[in-house]
């Protein structure tokens, strides 16, 4: 198979995977305090990700370890600003929010690196901007947003240069080790600050492993974390992170529909045109738009274990 079609689908079935999750995180943090949800999460995931991809991990050099953390803060802000984000707004909403890191992407690379991005991409993410707008904000307008929804845009933003640092760094060094790193690292700083931010009044440590949120911790960490991560590391080899961006794009999408079957979350018509937008913007980018491509390599796993 084409190893750009196989990126494209790799970067899909993470997208999946992670808007699948929404609803099951917002029941967790009925029974766990953001922090101690993120550490379990977090360190489960390493722990696996230490011994599947344990060959690349001992052969990291110290500038590996040092893109691998630098990406991994990129990722623990993402996770602590988008899950207390969900303590406050919808599963859809903060997954649609999130997705304003296909507006980012570009916006970042274009200002800050002057990449030129091609003029496909860039109608793109323009329908893909319009569609997370009607998703998002309320016909009131941006008055109406409420905390929750200002955390997770700030997530966006950190998973924003998440995807710009992964296609800085993944043609360099392993994709076993990267994946690994950015983990381990997202485990080690929730540790760290859970008793920072107890400490500081911020937030009551809680863990209460009921049914629901052991469920959460397995699909979160093995699903969301182990196989999502490696994948996105292995596909950004192969394409652009913008292009990236507007793959990823799909989250949201799934999470409304995953929203609608198990949380009862009904939508109207500004809610189905967001959508149709943003698919529409996948498209063109997609069809109008190749991105740039990597030299080819082995698929996700045989690559990450190498």
Known sequence: MNKRLLADLALAFASLIWGATFVLVKDALSDLSVLSFLAVRFVLAAAIMAVIFWRPIRKMSAKTLWSGVVI???MFGGYI????????????KAAFITGMCVVLVPLILAIFTRRRIGPWVWVGVAAAMVGLYFLTVPPGGLGTLNRGDTLV???????????????????????????????????VLSLLFLPVFAAAGWERPRLVLSRE????????????????FSFQTWAQQHTSPSHTAIIISLEPVFAAFTSFLFAGERFGPRTLAGAALILAGILVAELMGPAPVAAESPDPIARALD
């Not at 899950?83 to 599963?91: D, E, H, S, V």
Request: charged share 5%.
């Open 72 to 74: 991994g803060c990129c």
């Open 81 to 92: 600003f988008q899950t207390a984000g969900l303590k406050f707004t919808t599963p859809t």
């Open 153 to 187: 845009f700030v997530c966006a933003v950190m998973f924003a240069l998440q995807i710009i640092f992964i296609g800085r760094y993944v043609g360099a060094h392993s994709v076993g080790a990267l994946a690994f790193l950015q983990v381990a690292t997202t485990a």
């Open 213 to 228: 949120a052991v469920l959460a911790i397995l699909i979160t960490a093995i699903g969301s974390t182990v196989i999502g």
